[in-house]
């Protein structure tokens, strides 16, 4: 059984930067895909950044593409997400999730850590 824990999450400027940190546990991390998605009051969860182990690939959401960076480290079983240049919409909860593939639909994905906040003013 995979388990997630998210943290890093606060309050921001626009054009601050904020990183995030997800550890996992449960399992072989070097065999799962892990993402991160973020879910505003009143919209859908959406995916913001993957990594798919299989491939090598990251993937990210055109919004955040140039700004947000998933990184992972093997050796803390530990994966992230770097974002820069924050604007206000990108005020949501982030979630963290792993599963042996990566997709791009949020119910396709089996583990999930509790979201941490992040709050973006201008």
């Known amino acids: 059984q995979v388990r997630l824990a998210a943290f890093g999450g606060g309050l921001a400027q626009a054009g601050d930067s904020l990183t995030l940190s997800c550890a996992f546990s449960?399992?072989?991390?070097?065999?799962?895909?892990v993402g991160w998605f973020r879910q505003a009051p009143g919209k859908e969860r959406e995916l913001v950044a993957a990594?798919?182990?299989?491939?090598?690939?990251?993937s990210y959401a055109d919004s955040v593409k140039g700004r947000f960076t998933i990184s992972r480290d093997t050796a803390a079983n530990q994966f992230y997400l770097q974002m820069t240049s924050l604007k206000p919409e990108d005020t949501a909860t982030y979630l963290c999730?792993?599963?042996?593939?990566?997709?791009?639909?949020?119910?396709?994905?089996?583990?999930w850590g509790r979201g941490t906040q992040v709050t973006v003013s201008s």
């Open positions: 999730a792993a599963n042996p593939t990566a997709y791009t639909e949020p119910r396709k994905w089996g583990s």
């Open positions: 449960g399992r072989a991390f070097s065999s799962y895909a």
């Open positions: 990594f798919d182990w299989r491939s090598s690939r990251t």
